[in-house]
């Protein structure tokens, strides 16, 4: 009995090593934040910045990746630090507030009250290609600006591109998505100041 039991655990501890679970590798999608201006706002107005709305997909921590036209997957050891979704809500209202332009910058989730609206849509934040092509990184997502005051969208932008990754690991994936959100949340904020410049906040 003895014997046997010593060789059932010996069993168990071999089954259990060669079924390990593989470490998983988080990642984070940030861009290079700047210091806050100290100069007045060059708009006195309130901004909120609402939830991202996203395909389930995005509202996962799971990394996604496109291997044809309709065809998706993720990858079950590569996963980002929170789901991207949230993760771009966060840089955009850092940028924004880091930009000077406005009063003030808030997230819709807290009490803060505002004059307008940012909100919007992610549609993709995909890796794409196969064995045999090079890889791009995809960002495709909109937003919109809605005026509390008149109940109504007064401006909106859409960002969609395909940025090269030099390589095919998952680190330069994310850091071509990086570069990628980088310029899409550059150009949002300076649509945003240029609207604002030729429609002056009403006081």
């Given at each position: 009995r003895v014997l046997l039991a010593s060789g059932l655990s010996l069993a168990l501890f071999a089954l259990s090593s060669c079924g390990a679970a593989r470490p998983s590798m988080f990642y984070q999608l940030d861009i290079p934040d700047s210091s806050a201006p100290t100069s007045a706002p060059r708009?006195?107005?309130?901004l909120?910045?609402?939830?991202?709305?996203?395909?389930?997909?995005?509202?996962?921590?799971?990394?996604?990746y496109r291997t044809g036209s309709t065809q998706l997957g993720t990858y079950e050891y590569h996963r980002w630090a929170e789901p991207p979704a949230d993760t771009i809500e966060g840089l955009l209202v850092r940028a924004l507030r880091s930009s000077g332009n406005f009063r003030s910058v808030q997230s819709l989730r807290s009490n803060a009250r505002g004059d307008y609206i940012l909100r919007g849509r992610l549609h993709e934040l995909n890796e794409i290609g196969n064995a045999s092509s090079s890889v791009?990184?995809?960002v495709n997502f909109e937003v919109e600006l809605f005026s509390q005051k008149t109940g109504t969208v007064?401006?909106?932008?859409r960002y969609s591109n395909d940025e090269p990754v030099n390589g095919k690991e998952v680190p330069a994936v994310v850091e071509a998505r990086n570069k990628n959100l980088q310029r899409g949340i550059d150009q949002i904020v300076a649509g945003l100041a240029d609207y604002f410049a030729k429609n002056p906040p009403q006081q």
């Open positions: 708009f006195n107005t309130d909120l910045v609402g939830r991202l709305v996203a395909p389930h997909l995005y509202r996962d921590d799971r990394i996604v791009t990184a995809r007064v401006w909106s932008k």
